[in-house]
T-cell receptor, first 118, second 112 residues
Framework: GAVVSQHPSRVICKSGTSVKIECRSL??????MFWYRQFPKQSLMLMAT?????????EQGVEKDKFLINHASLTLSTLTVTSAHPEDSSFYIC??????????????FGPGTRLLVL | DAKTTQPTSMDCAEGRAANLPCNHS???????VYWYRQIHSQGPQYIIH???NNETNEMASLIITEDRKSSTLILPHATLRDTAVYYC?????????????FGQGTILTVHP
């Protein structure tokens, strides 16, 4: 299957700082990328959907000014958690869907980024 | 997208087949059935998907009932590394690609 990478895999930051997480599709062009969040012992919750070159669409209850998403190219999307607080500590997972062939129908997920805000 | 119902947990002996059921009684004609799994502290891994025909790949087989209201994921020879949470998701396909919405899934434990 297609490969999606995330960087960093783990980050610890101080409260009030901003953190950027990168998501890359390594062997296909991702027209659509998704960002999920997963708290301990819970399922994945979709935060937002982004199409290359367009503004992201956020799910209800997700603050767009706090979670900035940029999808500037077909292989890269970034999520910036601005003014992070301890309650933002979570496992952030990106996903990508391609523009053609089997990658058009299937979402592939990155390995996740564990964020700890102190 | 239609909702799915899965058992909370299942056990399977190593080397035996693991059969994971999923009910999706409100599935629409243009919705596909997708299966993903998530091993602890990792991102979900795509397993297989189908619309109405049974599907098989190197990882698993997907059996969809004729009325499409339920399906079964089969891992033919489960190993300890197959221990994970398995998610059954239905999603619109075709020209309008819906988003994947995760439920609680089934915790599959493969034991020696």
């Amino acid at each position: 299957g297609a490969v999606v990478s995330q960087h960093p895999s783990r980050v610890i930051c101080k409260s009030g700082t901003s953190v950027k997480i990168e998501c890359r599709s390594l062997d296909f062009q991702a027209t659509t990328m998704f960002w999920y969040r997963q708290f301990p012992k819970q399922s994945l919750m979709l935060m937002a959907t982004s199409n290359e070159g367009s503004k992201a669409t956020y799910e209800q209850g997700v603050e767009k000014d706090k979670f900035l998403i940029n999808h500037a190219s077909l292989t890269l999307s970034t999520l910036t958690v601005t003014s992070a607080h301890p309650e933002d500590s979570s496992f952030y997972i990106c996903s990508a869907r391609g523009s053609g062939g089997p990658n058009r129908e299937t979402q592939y997920f990155g390995p996740g980024t564990r964020l700890l805000v102190l | 997208d239609a909702k799915t119902t899965q058992p909370t947990s299942m056990d399977c002996a190593e080397g035996r087949a693991a059969n994971l059921p999923c009910n999706h009684s409100t599935i629409s004609g243009n919705e596909y059935v997708y299966w993903y799994r998530q091993i602890h502290s990792q991102g979900p891994q795509y397993i297989i998907h189908g619309l109405k025909n049974n599907e098989t790949n190197e990882m698993a087989s997907l059996i969809i009932t004729e009325d499409r209201k339920s399906s079964t994921l089969i891992l033919p020879h489960a190993t300890l590394r197959d221990t994970a949470v398995y998610y059954c998701i239905v999603r619109v396909g075709g020209t309008s690609y819906g988003k994947l919405t995760f439920g609680q899934g089934t915790i599959l434990t493969v034991h020696p």
